[in-house]
């Protein structure tokens, strides 16, 4: 009897009772939880809109070394849309080259070297052929400078799709290697060697024989903290290339710190 009077209470209940229907549709996966789609920041150039590059140019450099050649690279991580732009991070690195025109300077080490010898001092000062060492010298600068910038920024506009001006400005650390390489060899004694015919440290004197044969670097090294302002084009090449010309001042510690470049380069951008 039971299973019986069971099934006739079922029969006798109305349709809503026998069944639950869903008030409404189910939501969509993922909804009402955290958003896992992947954000694309900058959708019109890329997933990330960030840029990679290298570039090389003409630099004129400081001290008064004169002109040179500037090579490095560059990446640009974007950061937030500004008006029809972009702001973006920069880092970049880069390497300044430059030999100068032939000056004069006064060796000092030279001129005791000469009263050591036994000399008067009007014939130390005069040098060869009255002393061993020449102590007036005509000499060439050759400059090696990393100008490093770990932070800047450039907002670039992008309301052309070919041609993308941007400007940039950020901190810089500048290292810079300098030597002096006499014109011509002049010691009456070690003549084209050290300590006064090699290439000297501070325009006075050569390191030693031992250490040039084992290839030891010497110069007089500097590191300075600077700063840079630039400004430039990028011409699109496709969605993912770009040819960049830019010209960047660069301004160090001390007087005539003042590095100019003007270079070309190749960007990928993704």
Do not use: W
Not at 109 to 124: C, E, R, T
Not at 252 to 269: D, F, I, V
């Amino acid at each position: 009897m039971k299973p019986c009077l069971l099934l006739s209470l079922c029969l006798l209940l109305p349709p809503a009772a026998r069944a639950q229907a869903p008030a409404s549709a189910p939501p969509p996966p993922g909804a009402g939880g955290p958003n896992t789609s992947v954000q694309e920041l900058l959708p019109e150039i890329g997933k990330i809109g960030a840029e990679v590059g290298l570039f090389g140019g003409l630099s004129r450099n400081p001290f008064e070394i004169g002109d040179g050649a500037d090579f490095g690279g560059f990446i640009a991580l974007p950061l937030v849309r500004v008006g029809n732009g972009k702001l973006s991070y920069e880092i970049q690195v880069a390497l300044a080259m430059a030999t100068s025109e032939p000056f004069t300077v006064t060796d000092s080490v030279a001129f005791v070297a000469n009263l050591a010898a036994g000399v008067s001092p009007a014939d130390a000062l005069a040098g060869p052929p009255r002393a061993p060492f020449p102590v007036v010298r005509t000499v060439r600068t050759r400059s090696r400078l990393l100008h490093l910038s770990p932070f800047g920024l450039r907002y670039t506009y992008m309301g052309s799709e070919r041609l993308r001006p941007y400007l940039g400005a950020g901190g810089d650390i500048l290292v810079t290697i300098t030597s002096q390489d006499p014109v011509a060899d002049e010691s009456l004694i070690f003549t084209g060697t050290a300590p006064f015919d090699a290439p000297l440290i501070g325009g006075l004197i050569a390191q030693a024989p031992e250490l040039a044969a084992r290839g030891t670097p010497s110069g007089q090294g500097d590191i300075a903290i600077g700063g840079h302002a630039m400004a430039g084009v990028e011409i699109r090449l496709s969605k993912t290339a770009s040819f960049n010309l830019e010209y960047r001042f660069t301004i160090g510690e001390g007087k005539n710190a003042t590095l100019h470049t003007a270079t070309a380069g190749l960007g990928l951008h993704f």
